[in-house]
């Protein structure tokens, strides 16, 4: 018999299900499954399904009336980051659900409570069992809280435009996806400024410098943007 540990689950995400068993069920991996056919007859997987599009609609629902001004390219970009698996993923380390997941012994020994994989999917399911627990409302005010800092964060939607804008248009014209590489350092440690390629099918593109290795790239993308057009 599964027994988590629902009072501590319940503080650490900031929700109390009335019915515990879509709770569980959002923890339980499928390597937990593969292995306790006869304890776990459901995974996470369905939830991680339906959790993804009540994500998504939120998300778009948040930020339409948040963005007035802003067009639906932008909108899209923006979305695409907060529902990002990096993002997902921060969350769940935010809020420890790692140690949480029911997962088999052989993902146990593979390091699979730390996996970026695991920790967004945990998440999505995590919506989908809240969505079903307590309805619409219950699901979007859960992830306005989550993601208000995401959403607020000023300056992620032109870095994430950045790359991305540059990924879309290298997929569709070359097929392949961008290259990044850091190519040189200067600055004292707690200053330290980064120096930045990006490559097109083994072609430098775009250089650009920053502060963070994050705004070098951005700054690198924007050139090859510029390049390209």
């Known amino acids: 018999m599964i027994k988590p540990d629902y009072i501590n689950i319940h503080k650490k995400i900031g929700y109390r299900f009335r019915n515990k068993s879509f709770l569980l069920t959002s923890l339980i991996h499928k390597s937990f499954r593969n292995e306790n056919m006869d304890m776990a007859p459901e995974c996470n997987e369905r939830l991680e399904f339906l ?36 993002v997902l993923a921060g969350i769940s380390l935010e809020i420890g659900l790692g140690q949480f997941l029911v997962i088999g012994r052989g993902e146990e020994k593979s390091g699979g409570r ?18 079903l627990d307590g309805g619409y409302k219950s699901a979007e005010k859960w992830i306005s809280g989550m993601f208000r800092d995401y959403i607020n964060k000023t300056g992620v939607s032109d870095e994430y435009s950045a ?16 290259e990044y590489k850091v190519v040189g350092e200067t600055g004292p440690e707690h200053k330290r ?6 490559s097109l099918e083994g072609k430098v ?8 290795k994050k705004e070098a790239e951005r700054n690198a993308a924007n050139e090859a943007i510029g390049k390209i057009r």
């Not at 009540?54 to 932008?74: A, H, N, Q, T, W």
């Not at 790359?163 to 961008?178: A, G, M, V």
């Not at 400024?193 to 990006?198: A, F, I, L, Q, T």
């Open 51 to 86: 959790g993804d599009s009540v994500l998504g609609c939120v998300i778009s629902s948040l930020l339409y009336r948040k963005f007035p001004d802003m067009d639906e390219g932008k909108l899209s970009l923006l979305k695409s980051f907060i529902v990002s698996r990096k």
């Open 193 to 198: 400024k980064y120096m930045v390629e990006v």
């Open 163 to 178: 790359k991305n804008r540059l990924q879309e248009i290298s997929q569709l014209k070359y097929n392949s996806l961008p």
């Open 205 to 212: 593109m775009g250089k650009g410098s920053g502060f963070s």
């Open 114 to 131: 730390k996996k970026e994989s695991n920790l967004a999917n945990v998440i999505e399911a995590l919506i989908a069992a809240i969505y």
